[in-house]
């Protein structure tokens, strides 16, 4: 890589002070995660008389299944199965109706076209947070309190997904639409044969920070899901701690933490490129 | 804005956005109107009628010292917690631009936080400076420094905007590492060429050069602050001590669902829908510029 060094890099005592640098900056964003490993893996009595030992213990495996078959309020494997349903459903949900919204507005001239745009575009960036008591009713007055419906139909009501395949469309070449038109292949098959699969890698990278914004929601589920076996584990966690002056029970507490950053931690990493993409994408 | 070449059809293309229009118009617009309706009103003290009282609500809200602190609360949780982020970020980006070799591999290790959740980030922060087996406690113990964030109001704020700020280095930092891999090496070496030092170089060219990513992750730091913080208020200090860290989010929610006000709080969303629309507004103005560039 030589020929590619600029006189403007570090070369030396420089270069390990840059080395330096990031490593201290990675030890900050990996202490805490590391701690709360190393806390699902030691016994309560451990903790309950610090300092705690910073080095992993031997009750891993008793820790984890506690927390995965019983849980403190529900068993933990049943959180993290809401949690998944939540997510992959908020991400194939909205994922599904952007793309048939995008190719309505790109592809078709209709009455109300300018209208039905400028309601979707309007909800842009306005998060659920700032609506919640309202649509808490609506919820509620549909009976979806504590139902996967409740959960994630709410939270699919956002204009992000249909921008971008919006823009998308706009850069597929006229000619191919034209090609199916000429062949007398009806809007529909040239939805599902040819635009369909050139959007893959837009799907694919949305999917992805979708995933992780479902996965992480917080508020939402804390206020409709009040029957603990449909709680998702993001918002479950806070409810492991017990009321008043008892002592937390910190090592089922933290084994669930981990538990509740595996899976969208192994997304990011996972499909790294898709993830950036994604985030750029979305935020452009 | 429209393609030359489209489909013929009227009702299949309304079909297609029906979806859509139908969940947003249930689960976007109702609520939303529902929210400035609602803030016309205040409801009895039996839930059975309301009494109109116009913009009452509102001069309430701004006359009442404990939304005035709020505000102010708010204004100081996002600036900290966009400046903390933002600042690491910047620094470490820097620190990886440099590197011919391996920036990658530090980009891997510092961007997984992004899946972390807020709340989940909460408790660990929670378990770090818990104030009976915190570690960091502890340690803080033998300097002789007595952390309490239960009822230290300063250590309250400290604690949850550290812990906000945590999650989101990774962010910032993916975007400023995009931001100073697009400038140009060659300008930069020209500088170094005629004696810039890092310093003059930074000043004069990166910064200027960086700042449409700078600008765009202010905005975006703070509408990250007003809302998404929220599982990390909550699962930390739940708004205390003395509201010391009830940002606007977590009042709505408080007196909402908790305090059970309806027409308080839903012109505190009204509120916060017009603060979201500002923020909005000047992002795409933004963006138009940079279009246009």
């Given at each position: 890589m030589a020929e590619h060094s600029g006189m403007v890099e570090k070369r030396g005592a420089g270069l390990w002070l840059t080395h330096l640098g990031l490593i201290i900056g990675v030890a900050f964003i990996f202490f805490p995660i590391w701690l709360a490993f190393v806390a699902s893996t030691v016994s309560q009595p451990e903790i309950v008389?610090?300092?705690?030992?910073?080095l992993p213990g031997d009750q891993f495996f008793e820790n984890y299944s506690k927390a995965l078959t019983?849980?403190?309020?529900?068993p933990v494997a049943l959180m993290l199965g809401n949690s998944l349903f939540m997510a992959l459903g908020i991400a194939i949900g909205k994922i599904a109706i952007s793309l048939l919204s995008a190719f309505a507005i790109v592809y078709f001239k209709f009455p109300g076209k300018k209208l039905f745009f400028w309601l979707i575009f309007l909800?842009?960036?306005?998060?659920?947070e700032v609506r919640i008591v309202p649509t808490y009713e609506v919820i509620a007055n549909f009976g979806m309190l504590n139902s996967y419906q409740g959960l994630i139909l709410p939270l699919i009501a956002s204009a992000t997904a249909t921008f971008l395949f919006r823009q998308f469309f706009m850069t597929v070449p006229d000619e191919l639409a034209e090609a199916a038109r000429v062949d007398g292949a009806g809007p529909m098959r040239f939805f599902f044969d040819i635009l369909l699969p050139m959007s893959r890698t837009n799907i694919a990278a949305l999917f992805v920070i979708l995933f992780i914004y479902g996965w992480n929601q917080y508020l939402w589920p804390l206020l409709i899901t009040t029957d603990p076996s449909m709680n998702t584990i993001v918002m479950g966690i806070k409810q492991m701690f017990p009321s008043g002056d008892d002592i937390a029970d910190w090592p089922v507490i933290m084994a669930t933490s981990i538990l509740a950053m595996v899976p969208p931690v192994l997304v990011v990493v996972g499909m790294q490129k898709l993830f950036i993409r994604g985030l750029v994408e979305s935020e452009k | 804005m429209e393609k030359r070449v489209t489909f013929k059809g009227i009702w299949l293309p309304l079909l297609l956005v029906l979806p859509q229009i139908l969940i947003t118009a249930i689960f976007f617009f109702y609520p939303a109107g529902q929210a400035i309706w609602q803030s016309l009103f205040i409801p009895d003290p039996f839930g059975l009628s309301m009494q109109w009282v116009g913009l009452g609500n509102f001069e309430y809200l701004l006359s009442d010292r404990f939304y005035r602190a709020s505000f102010i609360t708010t204004a100081v949780f996002s600036i900290l917690v966009t400046v903390v982020s933002m600042g690491v970020a910047l620094y470490l980006a820097i620190l990886a631009d440099r590197?011919?070799?391996?920036s990658g591999t530090y980009r891997t290790l510092l961007i997984w936080p992004y899946a972390v959740a807020p709340a989940v980030a909460g408790v660990l922060w929670l378990f770090m400076f818990n104030?009976?087996?915190?570690v960091v406690t502890w340690y803080l113990g033998l300097l002789g420094y007595d952390w309490n964030h239960v009822l230290n109001e300063g250590e309250a704020m400290g604690l949850v905007v550290v812990a906000s700020a945590w999650g989101r280095i990774s962010y910032n930092f993916l975007f400023f590492l995009a931001g100073l891999q697009a400038i140009p090496r060659s300008v930069i070496e020209a500088a170094a060429i005629d004696g810039a030092h890092f310093w003059t170089r930074f000043r004069t060219i990166v910064w200027p050069l960086l700042s449409p990513t700078t600008f765009f992750l202010l905005v975006v730091n703070i509408i990250y602050a007003f809302f998404e913080t929220f599982g990390v208020i909550h699962t930390i200090t739940s708004g205390g001590p003395q509201q010391a860290t009830t940002i606007l989010v977590y009042k709505v929610y408080s007196d909402g669902f908790v305090g059970q006000d309806l027409g308080s709080s839903a012109a505190q969303s009204v509120i916060l829908l017009v603060i979201v629309s500002l923020l909005t507004v000047i992002q795409f103005k933004y963006i138009e510029r940079r279009v246009h560039y």
């Open positions: 008389r610090p300092p705690m030992p910073l019983a849980g403190i309020n529900a909800t842009l960036m306005l998060p659920v | 590197l011919i070799k391996g104030t009976r087996v915190g």
